[in-house]
């Protein structure tokens, strides 16, 4: 890790229906962490994202991606939406989805070719989904959607990545298989930012963090902040989890 | 068949075509709610261009409805935007109120204009052939070809340009915005794309049927198919099915066409969502039965595994101590025989080793809902498929 800064967040504030869900909220994000954000539900993570990604508008604030703004800076940017957020019955396959994580390097009206095509194929390959490239979503287990999702991800061969509970119902198997990818994209100097609820595996797992509900409680690397404190502070109950050093 | 007649087979499958378009993606993203509010809040827009171009045809009358009928979307979603009600409700608020004053408009001026609501909501397909195009005292055929004719040609051309952005915008608006597609420019298209078809449409056809030629088609075909092209394709070839038999059919009834092209494509929905292979209901019933046996066999096969006893496996017993009725114990039977996994000696039941290795997998699939190995089981027993 270096000391460059790649995402940057200014007093931001959220609201939906005038109804602000983020106050306030001062974030910086390192180069090359690997980071989990953690808070209740409704805590504003999804929100957080969201409003990165400049899918929501603001209300106050600013955010910048390497010194410069979101807009400007998309290509450098990869994003899995909490799997809740799109309608799996859509009639598309799996290999087709993954497919649309190239459409942003494509710009308007341009189609995938062959080199798209290529660059699908090797990310199902990394995510163990070669074999279900013609399943229609629908027909794929929970597991298995988020590993297309994930792959999408992947294709997009961003510096950035923003996952919204990437973990969200997978078995062992899975979850492993996707941790080992995330560490590895760390490992080429990917930033990597996970919405996480499993407060247990925060330390095996991250080595950065941020605590978060409507305010940011605090952010920094785990080994320094992830405690007691924190975690009462943000989930309102007198919260013990044992982090084994 | 003479020229009219082919005339108005013609209108009506253009304007089939141009309705299934917008229609499949208004039925993905679960808006057909908003075609009904489109083709009625329209009118409006109808009345005050008619007032200035006196021709139902003109391109600035078909602008100034379009216009409304995006006003009309506008307006819904600034209504469900301040949380009070949901969207159906600020559906339901906003085309009534432009329809009123769309008809209010019309009976006060009753006396000068020609327009009357009925027209307006059902169309009158049969006249369309005789309200002919000229340029330069040359017939070119009817206005409402025309008309609609290049509405579809637009569509079609924005189809082929921007389907991966619709794609994309309607499975996943969020990553369409992150990576630069505006869904709000996106969604705007679509919306102007409907209500300009709506309104091309009307003169020819009335609002009514435009709703359900954009509604069934792709309602249907959305049953059938697991393919977004394949999903088009279909609703093209349903919508304009039941444009040509609906017209038959209205000439053997002697009734209106809009009218039995509508009950056709009621019929047509119906008989795909009862007979549908695998979202029809007849599929899905069937499916639940056939779960419900074979988790039959699974406890009896189970059963079988857990006791060594032969008393324990007489068929007779079986009825009595699996508490099945007769016919049930049979298909259960019956099955198992089938697929090799009993075999019955002097009325004593015992497994095979297919059985054996099949129920052993089953139960580990069912405790570690791990897949893998049952991939090829899949193909005969529903109860592997999720
Ligand atoms: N589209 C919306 N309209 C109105 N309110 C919303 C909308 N989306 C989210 N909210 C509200 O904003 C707050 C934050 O939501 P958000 O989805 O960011 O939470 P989250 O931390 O991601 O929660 P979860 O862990 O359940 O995913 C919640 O109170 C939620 O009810
Ligand atoms: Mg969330």
């Known amino acids: 890790m270096n000391n460059k800064i790649a995402v940057q967040v200014d007093d931001l504030t959220v609201a939906y229906n005038y109804k602000p869900v983020l106050w306030d909220i001062d974030l910086e994000i390192p180069e090359g962490v690997l980071m989990a954000i953690v808070g209740p539900n409704g805590a504003g993570k999804s929100t957080l994202i969201k409003s990165i990604l400049g899918i929501l508008n603001p209300i106050a604030g600013s955010v910048s991606i390497y010194g410069k703004s979101y807009k400007k800076q998309r290509s450098l940017v990869a994003y899995v939406p909490q799997k809740g957020s799109v309608d799996w019955d859509f009639p598309t396959t ?62 997009q061969d961003a510096a950035i990545y923003f ?34 609820h499993d407060l247990q595996t925060v330390p095996e797992y991250f080595d950065w963090v941020t605590f978060l509900n409507v305010k940011k409680i605090a952010t920094g690397p785990v080994k320094d902040i992830f405690n007691d404190d924190n975690l009462t502070k943000t989930y309102g109950i007198n919260y013990k989890v044992s982090i084994q050093e | 068949m003479s020229s009219a ?47 200035i171009t006196q021709d139902l045809n003109s391109p600035l009358l078909i602008l100034l409805a379009a216009i409304t009928g995006v006003i009309t979307v506008v307006l819904v979603e600034y209504i469900q935007k301040t949380g009070l009600v949901k969207e159906d409700t600020a559906i339901g608020l906003v085309f009534p109120v432009l329809f009123s004053v769309g008809v209010i408009m019309i009976a006060k001026n009753a006396n000068d ?24 005292e040359v017939d070119v055929g009817p206005k409402s070809l025309w008309v609609i004719g290049i509405i579809l040609m637009i569509t079609i051309t924005l189809l082929i340009a921007f389907f991966k952005e619709l794609k994309l915008s309607t499975f996943d608006k969020g990553l369409a915005a992150s990576l630069g597609f505006s869904p709000a420019i996106i969604h705007y298209g679509l919306m102007s794309v409907s209500s300009i078809t709506t309104v091309g449409a009307f003169d020819a056809v009335g609002a009514i049927l435009v709703v359900a030629l954009m509604i069934a088609p792709s309602a249907s075909a959305y049953l059938l ?48 969502y009862l007979f549908a292979p695998n979202k029809g209901i007849i599929a899905v019933l069937y499916r639940e039965k056939q779960q419900r046996t074979e988790v039959s066999l699974l406890t009896f096969l189970l059963h079988l ?13 079986l009825n009595e101590h699996i508490n099945w009725q007769k016919v049930r114990a049979k298909t259960v039977l019956d099955l198992a025989i089938k697929n090799n996994m009993i075999v019955i000696d002097n009325n004593i039941v015992s497994l095979t080793s297919k059985g054996n290795t099949f129920t052993s997998q089953a139960i580990d699939y069912i405790i570690t809902n791990e897949d893998a190995q049952i991939e090829d089981m899949k193909d005969d027993f529903f109860l592997f498929r999720g």
């Open chain 2, 5 to 51: 007649q082919f005339e108005i087979q013609l209108i009506a499958s253009l304007v089939a075509i141009a309705c299934a378009i917008p229609g499949t993606f208004l039925v993905l993203r679960k808006m057909a709610m908003i075609s009904d509010a489109i083709s009625h809040s329209i009118l409006p827009g109808i009345v005050v261009g008619f007032f």
């Open chain 2, 225 to 272: 198919t697991k393919n977004l092209k394949k999903m088009l394709f279909l609703s093209i070839v349903f919508g304009v099915f039941s444009a040509i038999s609906g017209y038959w059919f209205a000439n053997w009834l002697d009734a209106s066409i809009a009218g039995s092209i509508t009950t056709l494509l009621g019929l047509l929905f119906l008989a795909i």
């Open chain 2, 113 to 136: 204009v020609h327009l009357d609501v009925d027209a307006v909501l059902l169309g009158e397909l049969a006249f369309a052939p005789f309200d002919r195009l000229l340029i330069s």
């Open chain 2, 305 to 317: 595994k857990n006791h060594d006893e032969v008393s324990e496996r007489h068929v007779n017993h």
């Open chain 1, 163 to 196: 996952m919204d509970e990437p973990f969200q119902g997978v078995d062992a198997t899975t979850e492993i298989a996707i941790i080992n990818i995330l560490k590895e994209l760390r490992k080429v100097g990917k930033t990597v930012v996970v919405v996480h």
């Open chain 1, 94 to 155: 799996a290999l087709d989805v993954v497919m649309m994580g190239t459409y942003g390097s494509l710009g308007w009206i341009k189609r995938p070719r062959q080199k798209e095509k290529k660059a699908t194929l090797e990310a199902l390959e990394k995510v163990g989904m070669l074999p279900f490239k013609n399943r229609q979503i629908s027909q794929l287990s929970g597991g298995q959607q988020q590993r297309i999702f994930l792959a999408r991800a992947l294709v």
